[in-house]
């Protein structure tokens, strides 16, 4: 996420300049990588729709991410994005669509494509939104809250520390809750290959 000074938000680059991996994501997708997993992008980029961007400028950008991720010896397999935005000032992508998250088509669509097992799946994000897909998907969830502490309970992990309040209203009002909490992308990759392991070992279908 970038600081958009002109709207005085943060949001999503609009152009390969402003693009740039977070420090120790590519060694934690290297991790995944090396085990034989798919790693899947999915994501709303409704800067198209909204016209803050276009479509050849998020293929750049797209193309940075995978000459980054290789310069750490680490590879996306796909990337899915949906361009959609209901308020749209570009004729051609206002709708309300089925792949726009919280909305689960992408995951879908990404596990029809590539033949994935989305109940073998995980999907991790920083987003509500993120959470909301992948519960609706089948997934298991892991939600990255950075600074959070956690706890292991039966079957799950719980959150204590200053983000409680904010989860705590997302399972309220949608009634999910993350599967798990992890600090950072290194810990819920940790967190995957830990809790999969003894299943990979003796199953023949492809988690992600």
């Not at 996420?1 to 005085?8: A, C, E, L, T, W």
């Given at each position: 996420?970038?600081?958009?000074?002109?709207?005085?938000l943060?949001?999503?680059?609009?152009?390969?300049?402003?693009?740039?991996?977070?420090?120790?994501?590519?060694?934690?997708?290297?991790?995944?990588?090396?085990?034989?997993?798919?790693?899947?992008?999915?994501?709303?980029?409704?800067?198209?729709?909204?016209?803050?961007?276009t479509?050849?400028?998020?293929?750049?950008?797209t193309?940075?991410?995978?000459?980054e991720?290789?310069?750490?010896?680490?590879?996306?397999?796909?990337?899915?994005y949906?361009?959609?935005?209901?308020?749209?000032?570009l004729?051609?992508?206002?709708?309300?669509?089925?792949?726009?998250?919280?909305k689960?088509?992408?995951?879908?669509?990404?596990?029809?494509?590539l033949?994935?097992?989305?109940?073998?799946?995980?999907?991790?994000?920083?987003?509500?939104?993120d959470?909301?897909?992948?519960?609706?998907?089948?997934?298991?969830?892991?939600?990255?809250?950075?600074?959070?502490?956690?706890?292991?309970?039966?079957?799950?992990?719980r959150?204590?520390?200053?983000?409680?309040?904010?989860?705590r209203?997302?399972?309220?009002?949608?009634?999910?809750?993350?599967?798990?909490?992890?600090?950072?992308?290194?810990?819920?990759?940790?967190?995957?290959?830990?809790?999969?392991?003894?299943?990979?070992?003796?199953?023949?279908?492809?988690?992600v």
């Open positions: 996420m970038v600081y958009h000074p002109d709207h005085s943060v949001d999503s680059p609009a152009n390969p300049d402003e693009f740039q991996l977070l420090p120790g994501v590519g060694e934690a997708i290297g991790k995944i990588n090396a085990v034989g997993l798919l790693v899947v992008v999915v994501s709303n980029q409704p800067g198209v729709a909204k016209g803050k961007f479509v050849d400028l998020l293929d750049a950008i193309q940075k991410m995978h000459q991720l290789e310069a750490c010896g680490a590879t996306v397999d796909a990337v899915f949906c361009l959609h935005h209901p308020e749209a000032v004729d051609g992508y206002r709708m309300r669509c089925e792949c726009r998250k919280p689960p088509g992408l995951l879908l669509r990404a596990a029809d494509e033949g994935i097992d989305v109940q073998r799946s995980y999907m991790v994000g920083d987003a509500p939104t959470v909301q897909a992948g519960a609706m998907s089948g997934c298991r969830t892991v939600w990255l809250g950075p600074g959070q502490t956690h706890m292991r309970g039966p079957g799950q992990t959150m204590r520390g200053p983000g409680q309040t904010r989860m209203g997302l399972m309220d009002h949608e009634g999910i809750q993350p599967d798990h909490i992890a600090a950072g992308l290194h810990e819920a990759v940790d967190l995957i290959l830990r809790e999969e392991r003894d299943a990979w070992r003796s199953s023949s279908t492809r988690p």
